[in-house]
């Protein structure tokens, strides 16, 4: 059963094996007075209980003092916050900070916010925290440092953090652990980039996926392509098909540095000088406001059977060797503009009321701008969410069957969407603007905006449309829950932003 993210059942909770001997006394005293207390779940097991570690403990020359037991998920996950320990954290052995290490990475997995009994001092926490040079302004936000004066105060003192800040705090966990720590790859990388950093050289080039030219249409502006030979379907993987792109805003990292490792062109927070690039499209729109189209084909004729309009620009069409509706958000290194225009093969686009979302987006190319809201809510007597598809105020999706939206976050979708949301959505074949919405949203945290018009982009003719199945609201409710689960807090964020068009 699906817990409800905003109840969680414990304030703060630890499942933890003591391998060492040996405190100040604080430690211990400081756990039995937490146990006392409603609302807290901390255990401390004996490094020998089978329980704690049923596969015995891996022979290391020094034990760390404390690790996660095998089943800490079950507090953890039920916990808003984490409680991280060590016997002294004024005098930190090389014992100390892995096991610090070792809860962090539980309390991240789990999706609770971890809590440290000690003020933050940068010079000292720089000692146990992870590449904290290169990721300081995460770190900084992602844990709450809370010194302990007594349990009645620390538990008193949590239970008075926001919702909004604990949604805030996960955000920045979420950046941590999908980008810098879950695997000891995404480890050696962000070491490489703390390196660099430190030797001031210029981080490698975002990945894009190879597209390979196959024809050209007569008499029209028409190019089709496929992708490079050697593509690779698997998403966590950065194969030979993926080209490096050369960036036009190579500004040095900054301090308060929460992006990926790679170097973008541009991203929805760079400050630099504006480009040609940055007032332009990739979408079919009026000539004035179009660099190029990019129309991605899934189905067996071939563009050539096509009639295509004569355009001013180029229209890109790339063959794709699945029908995946995740392939419109694929990196391709036909894109150049900043603004992605996505459009659902059953929306007729409107020119008045794209003209004016490209505006509101232009404002705003941090958060998606689109014309069709949607909201969730919580069902506690169901134990699930429950997509909301009539029109609401405040909403908290934006549809991306006609929306726009930064290239930087094709990057993230591609890169960084947790893998079991993406496996679902192939599997359903449903929902990959819920995943988009809630990882840009995690990603920016900021909500969308939305955009009324008189125009409802309706196709009359088309009728074999996903969202016309009777199952498709159910199918919707349940990406939610799941995503969600997935993502392990609700990353969504509510608006009531509307910029009405004529």
């Not at 799941?482 to 807090?489: R, S």
Request: aromatic share 12%.
């Amino acid at each position: 059963m699906i817990k409800n993210p905003y109840d969680k059942p414990y304030v703060i909770g630890a499942h933890l094996g003591s391998l060492q001997n040996g405190g100040n006394g604080n430690t211990s005293a400081m756990i039995d007075s937490l146990s006392s207390m409603a609302g807290v779940k901390v255990v401390i097991k004996g490094g020998t209980d089978v329980r704690c570690f049923p596969n015995g403990l891996p022979p290391t020359h020094e034990n760390p003092q404390y690790l996660p037991c095998s089943q800490a998920g079950d507090i953890l996950q039920n916990s808003s916050f984490c409680l991280v320990i060590v016997n002294n954290w004024e005098a930190l052995t090389s014992s100390a900070v892995r096991s610090i290490h070792a809860q962090l990475w539980a309390c991240f997995f789990y999706r609770s916010i971890p809590v440290i009994p000690t003020k933050y001092e940068p010079a000292q926490v720089e000692k146990y925290l992870p590449f904290f040079s290169l990721l300081e302004s995460l770190w900084s936000k992602a844990i709450v440092y809370l010194p302990f004066t007594s349990a009645q105060n620390f538990v008193s003192k949590l239970n008075e953090i926001s919702k909004q800040e604990r949604i805030m705090r996960l955000d920045k966990i979420s950046k941590l652990f999908n980008r810098h720590l879950e695997t000891v790859g995404k480890q050696v990388e962000t070491a490489v980039a703390t390196l660099n950093k430190a030797l001031l050289l210029p981080q490698p080039a975002v990945p894009t996926v190879r597209t390979r030219l196959v024809a050209e249409i007569p008499r029209t502006q028409v190019r089709v392509y496929t992708l490079d030979e050697g593509y690779n379907e698997s998403k966590s993987i950065v194969g030979s098909n993926l080209a490096q792109t050369e960036p036009l805003c190579n500004t040095s990292m900054r301090v308060d540095f929460e992006g990926p490792l790679w170097t973008f062109d541009k991203t929805p927070w760079t400050m630099c000088h504006k480009s040609s690039s940055s007032t332009i499209l990739t979408a079919f729109l009026f000539w004035r406001y179009a660099y190029s189209n990019d129309t991605y084909f899934f189905i067996p004729p071939k563009p050539e059977t096509y009639q295509w309009p004569k355009t001013p620009f180029p229209i890109h069409v790339i063959r794709v060797p699945l029908n995946k509706l995740q392939s419109r958000f694929l990196p391709f290194d036909l894109i150049k503009t900043d603004a992605v225009l996505t459009v659902d093969d059953e929306v007729v686009p409107d020119l008045s009321a794209m003209k004016l979302g490209f505006g509101v987006w232009n404002d705003n190319p941090d958060r998606i701008v689109g014309y069709v809201a949607r909201s969730h809510e919580w069902l506690k007597s169901h134990s699930n969410f429950k997509y909301i598809a009539s029109a609401t105020s405040p909403y908290s999706l934006i549809l991306t069957g006609a929306s726009f939206l930064h290239k930087y976050f094709l990057y993230a979708y591609t890169f960084e969407l947790p893998h079991e949301v993406y496996t679902s959505v192939d599997a359903l074949m449903n929902c990959e603007d819920i995943a988009m919405n809630m990882l840009s949203q995690q990603i920016s945290e900021k909500a969308p905006y939305q955009v009324s018009t008189v125009t409802r982009f309706a196709c009359p003719l088309c009728k074999g449309g996903l969202s016309r199945k009777k199952s498709h609201y159910l199918i919707r409710s349940a990406c939610i829950t799941n995503f969600i689960h997935f993502f392990g807090y609700d990353p969504l964020k509510y608006s009531t932003f509307t910029r009405k068009g004529r």
